[in-house]
């Protein structure tokens, strides 16, 4: 085979990179340890919904690549995604201020570079963070996810699909971890001995294993990811004032005490958008692009149920217009049906300094397309703000391989100051929303019958020009992105109507009266009505909820 020359590798680049719709852009070509800004690399706009995989060694640069992109997305428009573990990515909220050799690197690949902001919005996990608490029900979260946060084996999670069904049945709304506490507590006394036995797969032995491991998680202070209100993923979708879309950033600091609640919270957002989103076909630019960085936590030790769901979701999501991309340190760490949907790959240098790392390395190279560039050595060459890219082109082909040295973010690289991501969240329209917790009457007061008055929903927002201009944004992503009709008035903004209002149309006299009612008075007669009753439940809003999704996960009550 006859050797190309410099020349013929970077014609290749050119044609392969050659795209006629808008595109996001990454860098330009190294060919041949030069760099060639007459050879850019980019990926189109319309295939990152095609999903993704931006991989490589720690400190190679992978949340500057993160950083970028969204950069890029947000101006063509597009809302995006990012889960922010070092905190670094808070700086998309503050202009950068150019050095001598910033502007020398840019200027050499050919980046106009200008210092800028971008619109962001903080999010925090159940308020740990500075940023707006993000919660999520119990019954939304549902089975599989939360025995995933519990490690829970195989058998425990299938019992405790049991314990949702119970509690979907009988109208036994699971809130928060209290809650769920409550039910099983309920299933394992002598009161719920007859229940317990008419759910077969559910054992008394069981369901204490799983009641141990949920008084673990309160211990750890994990209640105040679950309850109300919970978080509307359609936030996600947001546009600012200038078309240009939002930056979520969720902020994470415990991140490394709580791994694995980090990663199956992601999992619940994409689910949940997978549930509520239509289908879209193919667009010219997505609806939104899902970041997801730790990519690792999600599938060590993982059940085959875990897995099975995640690539289903993967694989369907694509057609509602969400791009995923997954962030990690190599390509071994994401499961092969899952690694086989992303077409979208930016990999940056791999280290080679142990035997498994040299299998890592091996593996890497067998994933890539046939190229001009020895990868084995090109990938532990590489530096820091350099990658391997190949991307689906417009017509669904691999473009060819190319070390890129990637773009520079036009915002600070690192944190934004304190009081201006405080400022931030101040601000924003979804503090009223989402910003106090609120403790409806769920499952727990009616089994204990300790109904109090419900604490009602946060604040609404104070009427004003801001408030109406949210308002019609929501108007505008429920009918225009999840395709329903929206209850929202177009004339004046309206407090958000709490989910409780469902409830309290079918709580018992019981849960409500001034009296404490006992379980059976709770439960009415919806354990003696078997499958008829259920039949009936399912022309209701209420069974409705009870269909639950690929990861079991409920859908939310809609205002």
Not at 7 to 23: E, H, M, N, R, S
Not at 34 to 42: G, L, Q, T, Y
Not at 114 to 120: A, D, I, M, Q, R
Not at 509 to 522: E, F, I, K, Q, T
Request: negative net charge; aromatic residues 6%; glycine residues 10%.
């Amino acid at each position: 085979m006859a050797i190309k020359s410099t020349a013929d590798k970077v014609a290749t680049i050119q044609q392969g990179y050659t795209l006629q719709g808008p595109t996001i852009e990454l860098g330009a070509a190294i060919v041949d340890g030069e760099v060639h800004k007459d050879a850019p690399v980019r990926l189109p706009l319309s295939m990152m919904n095609r999903h993704g995989l931006v991989a490589g060694a720690t400190g190679t640069g992978k949340t500057v690549t993160l950083h970028m992109m969204a950069e890029q997305l947000s101006t063509a428009g597009v809302p995006v995604f990012l889960a922010d573990i070092k905190g670094d990515l808070s700086g998309l909220a503050t202009a950068a201020t150019g050095s001598e050799k910033l502007i020398t690197r840019t200027a050499g690949i050919g980046q106009p570079w200008s210092g800028k902001t971008f619109p962001v919005e903080f999010l925090a996990l159940g308020g740990d963070g500075t940023g707006i608490p993000v919660r999520a029900t119990i019954t939304s979260f549902g089975p599989v996810l939360l025995s995933r946060v519990m490690e829970l084996n195989e058998t425990q999670e299938s019992s405790l699909q049991l314990v949702f069904h119970f509690a979907d049945k009988n109208q036994l709304e699971l809130i928060d971890l209290k809650d769920l506490r409550a039910v099983i507590q309920f299933l394992t006394s002598a009161e719920g001995k007859d229940e317990l036995e008419e759910l077969g797969g559910l054992s008394k032995s069981t369901a204490g294993v799983i009641l141990r491991e949920l008084i673990t998680l309160e211990a750890q202070g994990m209640e105040k990811f679950f309850g109300e209100p919970e978080f509307d993923t359609a936030e996600l979708l947001r546009t600012a004032p200038d078309g240009r879309g939002v930056i979520t950033c969720l902020e994470l600091p415990t991140l490394q005490t709580k791994p694995m609640l980090f990663s199956t919270f992601l999992m619940w957002l994409l689910a949940d958008l997978f549930e509520d989103l239509p289908e879209a076909g193919d667009l010219d630019k997505p609806k939104l692009v899902f970041f997801l960085d730790e990519a690792h936590l999600l599938f060590n030790g993982a059940s085959k149920a875990f897995l099975a769901a995640i690539t289903t979701t993967v694989r369907l999501i694509r057609s509602k217009g969400v791009g995923i991309f997954f962030v990690t340190q190599t390509p071994k760490d994401v499961p092969a049906d899952v690694l086989g949907q992303l077409a979208n790959r930016v990999q940056h240098a791999l280290r080679a300094y142990t035997p498994e790392d040299a299998k890592a390395l091996k593996a890497t190279v067998s994933t890539f397309p046939v190229s001009d560039y020895d990868l084995a050595e090109t990938l532990t060459s590489a530096g820091i703000g350099e990658a391997v890219v190949t991307v689906m082109n417009e017509n669904g082909a691999p473009t060819p391989v190319a070390l890129t040295r990637l773009r520079a973010p036009e915002s600070v690289m690192g944190p934004s100051a304190d009081a201006l991501i405080a400022s931030t969240v101040a601000g924003s329209a979804l503090l009223a929303k989402y910003g106090t917790a609120v403790d409806n009457v769920s499952a727990y007061e009616k089994i204990s019958g300790k109904a109090s008055p419900d604490t009602g929903p946060a604040a609404p927002a104070p009427a004003g020009a801001a408030s109406t201009d949210v308002d019609a944004e929501a108007r505008r992503i429920e009918e225009e992105i999840l395709g329903r009709p929206s209850s929202r008035p177009a004339a004046a903004p309206e407090p958000r109507e709490p989910r409780e209002s469902h409830r309290q149309s079918q709580r018992s006299p019981a849960a409500d009266g001034g009296r404490a009612g006992d379980l059976s008075g709770v439960l009415g007669g919806a354990l003696g009505g078997g499958l008829k009753s259920m039949a009936r439940s399912l022309g209701t809003q209420l069974g409705r909820e009870l269909l639950r999704g690929v990861f079991g996960t409920a859908p939310k009550r809609r205002r």
